[in-house]
């Protein structure tokens, strides 16, 4: 549902913010970037931040009273704000530091609209917290989450905060997930939008608590407003349990999480 503080329009702030992101990590793919090192292995580059810069001033200039939750430069905005944004840049910095198109740009009103774009597809995956869709080339289409693919992305990137219990690793090698499923690893929430939009059956991956991150509040809100099921990977409500698991129906969903042990 969308939430007490949505406004008209909030949709085409959220595509627009991901379209800004977007255009900057297309022009400045394949260039040389610096590197800001975020300890465990983890970086941003050059690109991250200024997609950022893009987005923010997106939003700023639309909804200027609105407070933005960003990957790189943390929270703006007046403290008691009512409105916040979710910002994460680029999706898939590894991916694009090594030359991998595989990245997305995220954009999430907390509770509300959000748009997820591929910056090489064109593609924007949207929803005003009700209908999702696609904008393609101008023209928008319906999200159908099926799970006909049978392709499941499994998010490997530590960490594991559900292990030894549930390891979404352990679905590759459980018999049943061989023989129903075929196993994809992209390493960017990107996959989330396409649950939402049928290109996957499912997606699973391990974390803390997910509900306001800026790497999956989009894709989150997504697979909710396109029928997708959702949850933790526990099963628990998402918010209220670890990681994630979302799929394109209630049957695919049980075959997972009884895989999983959740």
């Not at 499941?152 to 292990?163: H, Q, T």
């Not at 209220?240 to 049980?254: I, K, N, S, Y």
Request: proline share 5%.
């Amino acid at each position: 549902m969308i939430n007490s503080f949505a406004r008209p329009g909030d949709a085409e702030v959220a595509i627009a913010g991901a379209r800004a992101g977007a255009e900057v990590v297309r022009a400045l793919y394949g260039r040389r970037l610096d590197r800001i090192d975020k300890g465990a292995g983890d970086f941003a580059t050059t690109a991250d931040v200024e997609a950022e810069k893009a987005i923010l001033g997106s939003i700023r200039g639309a909804r200027p009273d609105d407070a933005v939750l960003g990957e790189e430069g943390g929270y703006r905005g007046a403290a008691d704000a009512e409105r916040q944004w979710l910002v994460d840049p680029l999706c898939g910095t590894l991916n694009y530091a090594v030359g991998n198109m595989l990245v997305a740009v995220n954009v999430a009103l907390r509770d509300g609209a959000a748009a997820v774009a591929d910056p090489f597809s064109g593609e924007v995956f949207f929803t005003d917290g009700e209908t999702a869709r696609v904008r393609r080339e101008g023209a928008d289409e319906p999200l159908t989450p099926t799970s006909t693919t049978r392709l499941v992305d499994v998010n490997l990137d530590p960490p594991f905060p559900s292990a030894p219990g549930i390891r979404a690793v352990n679905l590759l090698a459980h018999p049943e997930f061989v023989r129903r499923f075929r196993p994809r690893v992209v390493s960017t929430s990107l996959a989330l939008a396409w649950v939402a939009a049928g290109k996957r059956a499912a997606y699973v991956t391990d974390g803390g608590d997910l509900s306001g991150s800026v790497h999956f509040a989009a894709g989150i809100a997504l697979c909710r407003a396109a029928g997708c099921v959702v949850t933790g990977i526990d099963g628990a409500p998402v918010g209220e349990g670890h990681g994630l698991v979302a799929a394109a129906d209630e049957e695919t969903h049980g075959q997972l999480m009884s895989m999983l042990g959740g």
